[in-house]
Nanobody, 124 residues
Framework: QVQLVESGGGLVQTGESLRLSCAAS????????MGWFRQAPGTEREFVAA????????SYAESVKGRFTISRDNAKNTLYLQMNSLKPDDTAVYYC?????????????????WGQGTQVTVSS
C-alpha cells in the first residue's frame, strides 16, 4: 500500500512558476514509477509527466514539454513537478500517482495509487 499526499498548489499569474510535491509512504519508493496527471472542470483526467523508479527516464505531455520538469528524491520518498511559464490552460487539480513497477506509463489506468490532488489556478 502506498499513500500519496500532494502539496504546493495555489493561485499564480500567467508566466509565474510553482513547484508541486508529492510525499509517498512506504519503504520501496524507488520501485514505483510515478506520474503527474491533471483534471480541469468538465474534462477528463490527462497525463502531464511521468518518471521511472530511478527518475532517469521521463516522459511529458506535449502541452507541458519544455515548461514542466518532473523529478524525484528517492531518499526523501518525494516526487516533484516544477512548473514554469504557467498559462491559464494549466489550471486544474493536479494528482500524483504511483505504479507497482519501475516502468513509467502515460496511461492513468496503469497507476494503482493516487493522491487527493492539489489545485493549481493560473490567472490571465
Amino acid at each position: 500500500q502506498v499513500q500519496l499526499v500532494e502539496s504546493g498548489g495555489g493561485l499564480v499569474q500567467t508566466g509565474e512558476s510553482l513547484r508541486l510535491s508529492c510525499a509517498a509512504s512506504g519503504r520501496t519508493f524507488s520501485s514505483n514509477a510515478m506520474g503527474w496527471f491533471r483534471q480541469a472542470p468538465g474534462t477528463e483526467r490527462e497525463f502531464v509527466a511521468a518518471c521511472s523508479g530511478s527518475g532517469i527516464t521521463t516522459s511529458y505531455a506535449e502541452s507541458v514539454k519544455g515548461r514542466f520538469t518532473i523529478s524525484r528524491d528517492n531518499a526523501k520518498n518525494t516526487l516533484y513537478l516544477q512548473m514554469n511559464s504557467l498559462k491559464p490552460d494549466d489550471t486544474a487539480v493536479y494528482y500524483c500517482a504511483a505504479r507497482r513497477t519501475v516502468l513509467l506509463s502515460t496511461s492513468s489506468g496503469l497507476y494503482l495509487y493516487w493522491g487527493q490532488g492539489t489545485q493549481v489556478t493560473v490567472s490571465s
